[in-house]
């Protein structure tokens, strides 16, 4: 049953085109990208609680979801593996930042090999440095993935360095659900800088745990930045996962990194490629701690080198709601669901609240 949201909710917003029953595409389940966006919301409330506790962790959820595990990166949560009561559904969740501007204001877009994190000229890229709030990336480059392909493609190396201090536990949670269900569907989904992690999850998924049928796995990503160039692109579209990327069209994150710094035409396909060229991030060629300025910065430079290709995966689901403020195009709890014609999540607000009472008790 289509919900009908309440769209008077800011006097600053304009809904010039939202999803509804009528114009979802074909396929598209606007109950599960609910369910997924509550599922998300619990993701940020897992690191609110581990802010509140101190680095002790009190989080669960609500019926009929289960926790299974959680993942984090060096301590910090970053998402969970749940299950659902009557049902053979498994959860894998990844949390974006909680602010606009954090998850490029630091992370390194530098492309990586998404197999062993070299980059062109088959050097391993090491990230070391602050990614944001108190993650720090340390010899997350010499993390090889196995069975996935020398050229399945490029990907940005700080969401790679973040992803692979995640993923054992992910796979080692999905390995153990196998054991139970073998039958069971895995939906896989994220927010702005999680949507990026859980699109870098789907073939870690199909090629390292049981679950390596492509119909019983599928994507939702909401508000999320391009990953990887366009062989990644190009390589996960032949892995035949259903993907439906959800976006405002007004969100800058998902116009993020740009799909290319070649303004008019590309320079010769012989001419030095972007390990030449600094794009920012702490381990850039410039070391120029925004990626966003590195890349305007070298796109100025440029000369005769071949700018990066930046590529989003998935089949698009837009809406476009105007906001007065950049950042508020990008929330997940209304903005997005609005979108979609989805009420706001607002019921786990009081997973938090209960947990600060505990607290204080």
Same mark, same amino acid.
């Given at each position: 049953?289509?919900?009908?949201?309440?769209?008077?909710?800011?006097?600053?917003?304009?809904?010039?085109?939202?999803?509804?029953?009528?114009?979802?595409?074909?396929?598209? =389940?606007?109950?599960?990208?609910?369910? +997924?966006?509550?599922?998300? #919301?619990?993701?940020?409330?897992?690191? =609110?609680?581990?802010?509140?506790? /101190?680095?002790?962790?009190?989080?669960?959820?609500?019926?009929?979801?289960? +926790?299974?595990?959680?993942? %984090?990166? /060096?301590?910090?949560?970053?998402?969970? @593996? %749940?299950?659902?009561? $009557?049902?053979?559904?498994?959860?894998?969740?990844?949390?974006?930042?909680?602010?606009?501007?954090?998850?490029?204001? $630091?992370?390194?877009?530098?492309?990586?090999?998404?197999?062993?994190?070299?980059?062109?000229?088959?050097?391993?890229?090491?990230?070391?440095?602050?990614?944001?709030?108190?993650?720090? #990336?340390?010899?997350?480059?010499?993390?090889?993935?196995?069975?996935?392909?020398?050229?399945?493609?490029?990907?940005?190396?700080?969401?790679?360095?973040?992803?692979?201090?995640?993923?054992?536990?992910?796979?080692?949670?999905?390995?153990?659900?196998?054991?139970?269900?073998? /039958?069971?569907?895995?939906?896989?989904?994220?927010?702005?800088?999680?949507?990026?992690?859980?699109?870098?999850?789907?073939?870690?998924?199909?090629? /390292?745990?049981?679950?390596?049928?492509?119909?019983?796995?599928?994507?939702?990503?909401?508000?999320?930045?391009?990953?990887?160039?366009? #062989?990644?692109?190009?390589?996960?579209?032949?892995?035949?996962?259903?993907?439906?990327?959800? %976006?405002?069209?007004?969100?800058?994150?998902?116009?993020?990194?740009?799909?290319?710094?070649?303004?008019?035409?590309?320079?010769?396909?012989?001419?030095?490629?972007?390990?030449?060229?600094?794009?920012?991030?702490?381990?850039? @060629?410039?070391?120029?701690?925004?990626?966003?300025?590195?890349? +305007?910065?070298?796109?100025? $430079?440029?000369?005769?080198?071949?700018?990066? =290709?930046? @590529?989003?995966?998935?089949?698009?689901?837009?809406?476009?709601?105007?906001?007065?403020?950049?950042?508020?195009?990008?929330?997940?709890?209304?903005?997005?669901?609005?979108?979609?014609?989805?009420?706001?999540?607002?019921?786990?607000?009081?997973?938090?609240?209960?947990?600060?009472?505990?607290?204080?008790?």
């Amino acid at each position: 049953m289509q919900s009908s949201p309440d769209t008077n909710q800011s006097t600053d917003r304009i809904i010039i085109s939202q999803l509804d029953i009528n114009t979802y595409p074909k396929g598209f =389940d606007a109950e599960i990208a609910r369910k +997924l966006a509550e599922l998300t #919301q619990y993701a940020y409330n897992q690191f =609110d609680l581990f802010q509140l506790r /101190n680095n002790s962790q009190i989080f669960n959820l609500k019926e009929p979801f289960i +926790l299974h595990s959680e993942f %984090a990166e /060096n301590g910090v949560p970053f998402g969970y @593996v %749940a299950s659902e009561a $009557d049902t053979s559904n498994i959860y894998v969740i990844f949390r974006g930042t909680r602010g606009f501007l954090e998850w490029f204001k $630091d992370v390194n877009i530098q492309l990586v090999s998404f197999k062993d994190s070299t980059n062109r000229n088959n050097e391993i890229v090491e990230i070391k440095g602050k990614i944001y709030e108190w993650v720090v #990336q340390e010899n997350q480059g010499s993390i090889i993935i196995p069975n996935i392909d020398h050229n399945f493609g490029f990907v940005t190396a700080g969401f790679r360095g973040i992803y692979v201090s995640l993923r054992q536990k992910l796979l080692d949670a999905l390995n153990e659900k196998w054991q139970k269900s073998q /039958n069971a569907r895995v939906f896989v989904t994220g927010h702005s800088l999680g949507g990026a992690l859980a699109t870098l999850a789907i073939p870690d998924i199909l090629k /390292n745990t049981p679950f390596k049928n492509p119909d019983n796995v599928t994507l939702y990503t909401f508000a999320s930045p391009r990953c990887g160039d366009r #062989q990644f692109a190009a390589s996960f579209e032949a892995l035949k996962v259903r993907h439906w990327r959800i %976006a405002n069209t007004e969100d800058f994150v998902t116009m993020l990194p740009f799909p290319t710094g070649n303004v008019i035409k590309p320079a010769p396909v012989n001419e030095a490629p972007e390990a030449e060229l600094g794009i920012g991030g702490v381990a850039g @060629v410039d070391k120029n701690p925004n990626p966003i300025f590195g890349f +305007l910065k070298a796109m100025y $430079d440029r000369n005769k080198r071949r700018m990066p =290709d930046y @590529v989003h995966t998935g089949t698009p689901v837009y809406f476009t709601i105007h906001e007065a403020a950049l950042e508020k195009h990008h929330n997940l709890n209304e903005v997005y669901m609005i979108g979609i014609s989805q009420n706001p999540i607002l019921v786990t607000d009081n997973v938090v609240n209960k947990a600060v009472e505990k607290i204080k008790d």
